[in-house]
């Protein structure tokens, strides 16, 4: 998933987009820009972290009148 914490043969980066039909992945790495992997070539080392939704009432949320 993007934003995954991952390790690949060039280094650890992190999941910045994917490609379902090819299954690919593409790193940004910690040392050296983004490349693209085959997911069979990354081990995941962290989840992406959940982002907070807003709460009730708030932008997004408004009833159509």
């Known amino acids: 998933r993007d934003g995954a914490k991952v390790e690949c043969a060039d280094g650890r980066g992190r999941v910045v987009d994917q490609n379902i039909l090819c299954r690919c992945v593409k790193v940004r790495l910690e040392a050296d ?4 992997y085959p997911v069979d070539d ?3 080392m962290a989840p992406p972290q959940k982002r907070p939704y807003p709460p009730h009432g708030g932008a997004g949320s408004q ?3």
């Open 42 to 44: 990354v081990r995941v």
């Open 33 to 36: 820009g983004t490349r693209d």
């Open 63 to 65: 009833q159509r009148k």
